[in-house]
């Protein structure tokens, strides 16, 4: 029953891509379309939508029950399905690994997953191209999936680079929109970057270890860490450069500073993508990565204070340009950045189940914050820009309810789904008592702060106020249909007692039970302690966070509601710090400077000089132009003339009775 899970959203995804096929080839010859189809929905549009909900429905359904089996039962299972790979002594299986961290991910990728397809159904329905749009969504879920059940890296690389295929596929939907099709360009490209170092990584694993089986890895780790590498006449850990490599994959997948430019931009495709990729796909790939990998991350204490370090300066910087984006689905891509810093922090002081924690919380907040950011952006007639908006919470009370929701839940107000999760990993941090957790810990304190402010700040602007938008589009303000206010409300659900209720689990409550919940699935070397002295930190570390979170939304409402002049006024005093934010950091002008103008430099040089002018010069065109010119020259010589054929006659004899006197002089 198990495989169902996985192979489920594939079958549907196949489905629902036959009847794209089927549509463009009779749409192409001209054929009628369902007279049904002028009306809105037809016939093949409906059998897609309803065969791809039903796929993904059916493995949440199912994913509960291993949920319940393997996680609170204790009982893991691998699905042996067939061989994949066997050359030599190589040999790699296609197994389906169903532990407590497997069936974590599947109630977040299935639960989530569901939703955003049921949405998807009222959301797009003015898209003429539905089938094609359900048929990448199915197909997303099963590459996570896939990755997520993986039993060994190749499975999991194949994962992994599903995931890649469907966000470009995704982002890119609408294709005939440049701006789309860069980003899902840009996306494909630096995901590409990240994917090299993961590629690498893996091929060191299978040098070490000779496998590629989680199994065997694990069970060799504490044996391989202590063997070096030589390079450039230094020894090196080969442990840390393995990780180190791997991490690098996870900063793609994850968009950790550095590598995250793409994320933002991926805001170009429909809004459910965008709560796929940000709550339960994609990005959270790399953080279950690192989880999984837990047994040789462990032993690699370097790559340990990278991560730690690289997660919380991501925290802090996706933070600070959250707080001055204007378009609503950015602000909350930006949030998406910010919260990922959390969980690889947490993973960095070695509290990998305080990260998936809030990875699992995310998932149910940020789909709800996405979805509702669609409610509002379908109401407004497409509009996304905040600074047209204002004055719809009337209208659009339930939107407007649920998105309230979200916000509390990301800002940590006590009792929902984020305060229970990003208050575990924020004192995971400073109980680790070491310099790069007490980092991560400020700077996951003023995260917080920001995370607080540019939430209300959303809310303020999005729902209060006067309304900023034209009469035209204020008339059509109005609710959205059941079809996408019910998936609200589920994970409405989600955000208010995930954490409440999952907190013992993940080590919220005794560390004895987290340990038997997790069954051996994450694990935790000696001297690692952090998640367990988490409960033992002074009284002001548990309180920062709510201090944090009650000092963001009062700045948020002074700015916002109470002196709506004072942004316009602070941004005019501090105009270079306020520029700086607004175009994040530079980063994209940076690489545009480092990367971009280079290669294309370089490209134009090798087309030019060295295909165009050396290649074809010399080699095909100067061949042929040097025969061209021969010929041309011989050919002059056939004038038609008799007397020009007898004078060089005449040449040609004076020639040789000379050359013959020379020769018997």
């Known amino acids: 029953m198990y495989p169902l899970i996985v192979f489920l959203p594939l079958i549907a995804a196949t489905i629902a891509g036959i009847i794209t096929l089927a549509g463009a080839m009779s749409s192409a010859s001209g054929a009628e379309h369902d007279s049904s189809h002028h009306h809105g929905v037809s016939t093949s549009d409906r059998i897609s939508q309803l065969i791809t909900v039903g796929g993904v429905v059916t493995a949440f359904i199912i994913s509960i029950f291993a949920f319940v089996d393997v996680a609170i039962g204790g009982?893991?299972?691998?699905?042996?399905?067939?061989?994949?790979?066997?050359?030599?002594?190589?040999?790699?299986e296609w197994a389906l690994r169903f532990d407590t961290l497997t069936c974590v991910m599947l109630i977040?990728?299935?639960?989530?997953?569901?939703?955003?397809?049921i949405y998807s159904i009222g959301y797009m329905s003015h898209d003429p191209d539905k089938p094609r749009f359900m048929a990448y969504l199915s197909l997303f879920t099963f590459a996570m999936l896939m990755l997520v059940t993986a039993d060994n890296l190749i499975q999991l690389f194949f994962g992994w680079e599903g995931v890649g295929l469907a966000s470009y596929l995704l982002i890119g939907f609408w294709y005939s929109k440049p701006s789309a099709s860069a980003a899902a360009i840009k996306a494909f490209v630096v995901n590409r970057v990240g994917d090299f170092g993961f590629a690498l990584g893996i091929f060191a694993v299978y040098v070490l270890f000779d496998s590629v089986q989680f199994d065997v890895i694990f069970g060799n780790a504490e044996e391989v860490a202590g063997t070096t590498l030589l390079f450039l006449g230094h020894e090196f850990s080969a442990l840390e450069i393995t990780c180190?490599?791997?991490?690098?994959?996870?900063?793609?997948?994850?968009?950790?500073?550095?590598?995250?430019t793409w994320l933002p931009d991926a805001m170009e495709g429909p809004t459910p993508v965008s709560a796929l990729i940000h709550a339960a796909t994609m990005v959270t790939a790399g953080v279950f990565m690192v989880a999984r990998l837990s047994p040789i991350f462990e032993y690699a204490e370097t790559t340990l204070a990278i991560i730690t370090v690289v997660g919380a300066s991501t925290a802090f910087f996706a933070a600070t340009i959250g707080c001055v984006q204007n378009d609503i689905k950015r602000v909350i891509a930006y949030s998406t950045c910010s919260q990922l810093g959390y969980m690889f922090f947490a993973c960095g002081v070695s509290a990998y189940s305080a990260g998936v924690f809030h990875l699992m919380t995310h998932g149910f907040f940020k789909a709800l914050l996405f979805l509702g950011a669609g409610s509002v952006i379908h109401a407004m007639s497409d509009e996304q820009d905040m600074r047209k908006m204002g004055g719809i919470y009337k209208m659009v009370p339930l939107t407007f309810a649920v998105m309230m929701v979200g916000t509390l839940a990301i800002t940590g107000f006590p009792g929902l789904a984020g305060f229970y999760s990003k208050d575990l990993v924020i004192e995971s941090a400073f109980a680790a008592h070491t310099a790069v957790g007490t980092y991560a810990f400020w700077a996951g304190i003023l995260a917080a702060l920001m995370t607080s402010f540019y939430s209300w700040?959303?809310?303020f602007m999005t729902f209060f106020g006067t309304p900023r938008a034209d009469e035209r589009t204020m008339a059509h303000v109005h609710e959205s249909p059941a079809v996408m206010t019910l998936p609200l409300l589920f994970l409405t659900i989600g955000a208010i007692f995930a954490g409440w209720y999952a907190k013992d689990w993940f080590g919220g409550g005794d560390y004895e039970e987290m340990l038997a919940f997790w069954n051996g699935a994450i694990f935790m070397a000696e001297g690692h302690q952090a998640l367990e002295h988490a409960h033992h930190v002074p009284g002001w570390v548990k309180l920062a966070p709510f201090v944090a979170m009650v000092s963001g939304f009062v700045i948020a409402l002074v700015m916002y509601k109470l002196v709506p002049s004072l942004p316009r006024q602070l941004a005019n005093t501090f105009n270079g710090l306020y520029r700086f934010a607004l175009n994040k950091w530079y980063f994209d002008e940076l690489y545009d400077k480092i990367f971009v103008k280079p290669a294309f430099y370089l490209g134009y040089g090798f087309w030019k000089s060295g295909d165009g002018a050396l290649i074809d010069g010399v080699g095909p065109d100067g061949v042929a132009a040097a025969c061209r010119n021969i010929a041309r020259r011989v050919s002059a010589l056939q004038s038609g003339f008799v007397y020009h054929y007898a004078f060089a006659m005449l040449i040609g004899i004076a020639a040789l009775v000379s050359y013959t006197i020379w020769k018997m002089g």
């Open 108 to 117: 977040v990728v299935t639960g989530v997953s569901s939703m955003v397809h």
């Open 244 to 260: 180190f490599l791997l991490f690098i994959g996870a900063m793609g997948k994850s968009a950790q500073l550095g590598l995250h």
């Open 75 to 92: 009982n893991p299972v691998t699905v042996q399905l067939f061989t994949w790979i066997s050359s030599g002594n190589f040999t790699a």
């Open 457 to 459: 700040r959303l809310i």
